[in-house]
């Protein structure tokens, strides 16, 4: 099961979390649950490179933090989108589709 | 892999952010550190609590948790590389540690201060230089309006020059060593200038005491030639007959009655200094 896993390609963590977030502000650990949700298992989200890409993305602007008390009454940095990282995640999400049709044609082709 | 392309229109209100948020990661070091400690335990209970779930012990639950982050510390070394002020930070340890080695080394610190200090003045002296030499104005009434047309013209082309042209005023100078005896007695020569009648009045240059050479005093070649001693000239003491000549030029002999006619802070159109006047 583990070895079908494939790992993320650069870059595209930072969408996924754009993505999870677009729906609720959520914590770092419900974000890597999430993620691995809906990837439905086929995605290693490494857990390591999860907060140095939040803390990144913080510093752009495109996600807010903010102190919060999580479920279990335990406080808890909580991450929110931004205006700017909406558009990111526009932006991003149809650079996304771009290129992986763009690799799809050229697999089909070959 | 693929590489997402990533807009880099950023924005001004973006940039600032980024700003601010690199200020407090260094100046609210300790707050910041203590967010990222409770915020990566936070998220090692809540995975923990999950393998608990699953029915495995707690010490391996732990373990495991800890395995899938990659480590407490090297999470955090990682997410302190995202806060963009490593550069900053090691630029503040290297100046540290300079610090302390030049302490440590006073003979060789000072060999590195004394050439610093040498080719700073060396610099500035020969800026000094430049900045009279070449930038400087002169100071004359209309610097920019002043004009060199030739060097190397007679006395006499000079005049037909001046006498045949509705353009420009014109005046004329010539370098010459003049030989000087006070009361008598010779002294050594001194630079000076032969000059036109409309030298100072073109120059716009006033003496500090007495009158300048004018149009009147070169009317007729070699009529009454006046000297003019400069300010620089020194202690040109009151009261003592000075007496100028060149060649066959004799000039009419100066006695100061208080100091003389004497300019200052004008020396003359060239860097030699001159330090007297006269009437040609």
Redo the contacts between chains.
């Keep these: 099961m583990t070895n079908k896993r494939i790992d993320l390609?650069?870059?595209?963590l930072?969408?996924l979390i754009l993505k999870t977030l677009a729906l609720e502000a959520q914590?770092?650990?419900a974000i890597?649950e999430r993620i691995q949700q809906i990837s439905s298992e086929v995605l290693r989200v490494?857990?390591?490179?999860l907060?140095?890409?939040l803390?990144?993305l913080?510093?752009?602007?495109w996600v807010k933090a903010r102190?919060g008390t999580?479920d279990n009454n335990?406080?808890?940095?909580f991450y929110e989108l931004t205006r700017?990282g909406r558009k990111?995640l526009v932006?991003?999400a149809a650079?996304?589709r771009k290129?992986s049709v763009a690799?799809g044609q050229v697999l089909d082709v070959c | 892999?693929?590489?997402?392309?990533?807009?880099r229109r950023a924005?001004a209100?973006?940039m600032l952010?980024?700003l601010l948020?690199?200020i407090r990661a260094l100046f609210r070091r300790k707050t910041v550190e203590m967010?990222l400690d409770?915020?990566?335990r936070?998220?090692l209970?809540?995975?923990t609590e999950k393998h608990l779930r699953a029915g495995q012990f707690r010490e391996e639950a732990m373990r495991r948790a800890r395995i899938?982050?990659?480590?407490l510390e090297?999470?955090k070394e990682?997410?302190r590389?995202?806060?963009?002020i490593g550069l900053i930070e090691s630029l503040v340890q290297d100046i540290g540690y300079a610090l302390r080695v030049l302490v440590k080394s006073p003979g060789f610190t000072a060999a590195v201060a004394l050439s610093l200090a040498l080719g700073i003045g060396a610099n500035t002296a020969i800026f000094s230089l430049i900045d009279a030499v070449m930038w400087r104005m002169l100071p004359v009434k209309d610097p920019a309006g002043l004009w060199v047309i030739d060097q190397g013209l007679t006395f006499q082309q000079y005049r037909t020059v001046r006498d045949n042209n509705q353009v420009a005023e014109l005046a004329a100078y010539s370098a010459v060593r003049l030989n000087v005896s006070v009361d008598g007695n010779i002294e050594p020569t001194v630079d000076g200038q032969l000059v036109s009648g409309s030298y100072f009045s073109l120059l716009g240059v006033n003496p500090a005491i007495g009158r300048t050479i004018s149009v009147d005093d070169d009317r007729v070649p070699n009529g009454h030639p006046v000297a003019m001693i400069s300010y620089g000239i020194g202690n040109a003491d009151s009261g003592k007959s000075y007496r100028f000549w060149a060649g066959r030029f004799r000039f009419r002999e100066l006695r100061l009655r208080s100091s003389g006619s004497r300019l200052r802070s004008f020396s003359a159109l060239r860097l030699a200094w001159p330090r007297i006047f006269s009437s040609r």
């Design positions: 390609p650069q870059g595209t930072d969408l914590h770092g650990w890597s490494q857990q390591g490179s907060y140095p890409a803390h990144r913080e510093r752009r602007g102190w999580s335990r406080r808890a940095k700017s990111q932006d991003e650079a996304w290129l690799v | 892999m693929a590489q997402i392309v990533r807009g924005s209100g973006r952010s980024d948020y690199r967010e409770d915020e990566l936070f998220h209970e809540h995975q899938e982050l990659g480590g090297q999470s990682e997410c590389q995202s806060w963009g």
